[in-house]
């Protein structure tokens, strides 16, 4: 709550005042409450702050600690979907499929409402913005080069799967679905259903599910923070995969993997044509840069 005009203020003085001879501790409680919510900052602006003074612009050093990062997450795991201007849609919507069950997903025709994409800052070091899903509705498996990502659920049920690469790089240049593409091995890192509220997510650029896809299981939001973001010209380029099963160009003398043939995939690099999005109006707190 803060008082938006002077004379507001000196209403809200005058009642107090009269209060005072019965209790002058309440003037003074109520003034310090007063200054403490003229002086605290919104939690949009303790995360941008955070996000500023310890992403350096792409390519300098030095890297964000792991104690910088924790905080990051800490203050994400604090935001609700108020603090962004979001308000929890319903349960679910008569436009989405409704919850066919997460090894269903993949064979459901999607047509659900287009995602809403909201931006709320964008800097050479980090981006800020909210990705509003509704049932049903999907980002494809793509991936974040060279790039550290945090996703909050604000609100809803989200089923994400991710995968890494595996390293050093095992490509095959396949012959089978895909035509002639060539196709490299991941691993995968995640299989699960998020359902907020829950802690946040973190990818690296190496290692907790870079290539990641998100189908949302009801209406959902996520809060993403990119560091550093998409750019095409410093060599970020959003590229989009379809993943095949491993036993799909492993037969014979393919790879040897550690742990069970479920844990791979064959990524092969494609073009979405389900992806459906719009941009949207941020309606949170606003910034001070």
């Known amino acids: 709550m803060v008082f938006g005009s002077f004379p507001k203020f000196q209403h809200l003085l005058s009642n107090k005042t009269k209060l005072l001879v019965q209790n002058k501790d309440m003037v003074f409680a109520s003034f310090g409450r007063y200054f403490s919510m003229r002086n605290q900052n919104s939690k949009v602006q303790d995360l941008y702050d955070h996000c500023n003074n310890v992403f350096s612009p792409s390519g300098i050093p030095p890297p964000p600690s792991s104690q910088d990062l924790h905080k990051l997450s800490s203050i994400l795991d604090t935001i609700k979907p108020a603090d962004v201007g979001l308000k929890e849609e319903a349960a679910d919507d008569d436009r989405g499929l409704g919850f066919f069950g997460v090894n269903q997903l993949n064979r459901v025709a999607r047509w659900a409402k287009p995602i809403t994409c909201v931006g ?146 064959w990524l092969a690099e494609t073009e979405p044509s389900d992806l459906y999005m719009n941009s949207g109006v941020y309606a949170g707190p606003s910034i001070k840069l």
């Open 120 to 265: 709320i800052h964008e800097s050479e070091s980090f981006s800020i913005g909210i990705f509003c899903f509704p049932t049903s509705s999907t980002i494809p498996l793509h991936d974040h080069p060279g790039m550290t990502v945090f996703s909050k659920l604000l609100y809803g049920s989200l089923h994400v799967k991710a995968y890494d690469w595996v390293e050093p790089p095992c490509i095959v240049e396949s012959k089978g679905p895909g035509g002639h593409a060539p196709v490299r091995l991941a691993k995968l890192a995640v299989d699960r259903v998020l359902n907020a509220p829950c802690e946040t997510s973190v990818l690296y650029p190496k290692h907790g599910g870079n290539l990641h896809c998100f189908t949302a299981i009801t209406p959902c939001a996520v809060l993403d923070v990119l560091a550093p973001p998409y750019n095409v010209y410093e060599g970020r380029k959003c590229t989009y995969y379809h993943d095949y099963p491993f036993s799909t160009f492993s037969a014979g003398n393919g790879p040897i993997c550690v742990g069970e043939e479920d844990e791979y995939a």
